[in-house]
């Protein structure tokens, strides 16, 4: 698909993008890393989540990312050009738009997002701080504004995947 003129300006003016990979929490994002990653695109971690029984490859995350919405400062994310980084679904709001942004966001059924973290959290020994049935709102309302970000932001180019046609 051929740039638009608004687009090549974007990429002049702001330089390369930063390609960011996001969905739900638990919805494959690390999987689409790791992707990512083998397919020769370098990847921005902190490694400081380390690979577990839940993640056995790797989460794949930088800790900043998590303060996006905080913090003032987001100048850090500069290093990120020409790289990828995970950011969750509802944290693309904080990107800031002096940047050009490649999303891969991948999408999950949200009964299986449910499970897996219901699953995950078991295996923590940890109790769900917010039940399923308050959680599948929740979740339904982040993917619309999602989906609002990634249709209406002109520094977004975005493609969608779903999770179960990755696996297949």
């Given amino acids: 698909m051929p740039s638009s003129?608004?687009?090549?300006?974007?990429?002049?003016?702001?330089?390369r993008p930063i390609v960011v990979v996001s969905g739900l929490p638990r919805s494959g994002t690390s999987m689409v890393m790791k992707m990512l990653e083998a397919g020769g695109l370098p990847v921005l971690t902190d490694g400081i989540r380390t690979a577990d029984e839940d993640n056995p490859k790797g989460y794949y995350e930088v800790e900043r990312v998590k303060n996006l919405a905080?913090?003032?400062?987001?100048?850090?994310?500069?290093?990120?050009?020409?790289?990828?980084?995970?950011?969750i679904s509802f944290l693309l709001k904080s990107l800031p738009p002096h940047f050009n942004y490649r999303i891969v966001f991948i999408r999950r059924d949200i009964e299986e997002v449910l499970a897996s973290q219901r699953k995950m959290?078991?295996?923590?020994?940890?109790?769900?701080?917010?039940?399923?049935?308050?959680?599948?709102?929740?979740?339904?309302?982040?993917?619309?504004?999602?989906?609002?970000?990634?249709?209406?932001?002109p520094e977004f180019e975005t493609i969608q995947l779903h999770y179960s046609t990755v696996l297949a």
């Fill in 70 to 87: 905080q913090e003032a400062d987001r100048s850090w994310l500069a290093e990120a050009r020409g790289k990828v980084v995970k950011v």
């Fill in 121 to 153: 959290l078991a295996r923590r020994g940890e109790t769900e701080a917010t039940p399923p049935e308050r959680m599948r709102p929740l979740f339904e309302d982040d993917l619309w504004r999602a989906d609002y970000q990634l249709r209406h932001r």
């Fill in 5 to 15: 003129p608004r687009r090549l300006y974007r990429r002049l003016r702001y330089g």
